[in-house]
């Protein structure tokens, strides 16, 4: 059974950073965040390829946000989201995301299988 895990979040002030951590229990594939806060539809926030060469950023986080992943050759599927210039904006639950065949990178939610159970973000004005 395929498991994602994502873990980092918490509570921050408005101008600080938090890393957030994703393993996905599969081959390096396509992963991507996605953040939901309360009242509001999901939304995507970044993406990453397979092998680390092609990333995506909602407008909303560019140059503040960066997705990052571990060595795709050691067999995991570790991925990270760097967060800085935190704003009250970006609080809520960040989840992570893994395709169950590989795909380009995309911000469509609905090309993701599987999901982590999500970490909550709260940045504090």
Do not use: H
């Not at 990453?48 to 990052?68: L, M, P």
């Not at 067999?75 to 590989?102: G, I």
């Amino acid at each position: 059974q395929v498991q994602v895990v994502e873990s980092g979040g918490g509570l921050v002030q408005t101008g600080g950073s938090l890393r957030l951590s994703c393993e996905a229990s599969l081959r390096p594939t396509t992963i991507a965040w996605f953040r939901q806060s309360a009242g509001k539809e999901r939304e995507f926030v970044a993406v990453i390829s397979w092998g680390g060469s092609t990333t995506e950023y909602a407008d909303s986080v560019k140059g503040r946000f960066t997705i990052s992943r571990d060595d795709p050759n050691n067999a995991k599927n570790v991925v990270f989201l760097q967060m800085n210039s935190l704003k009250p904006e970006d609080t809520a639950v960040y989840y992570c995301a893994a395709p169950n065949v590989r795909i380009m990178p995309s911000r469509d939610a609905q090309l993701y299988d599987y999901w982590g159970q999500g970490t909550q973000v709260t940045v504090s004005s």
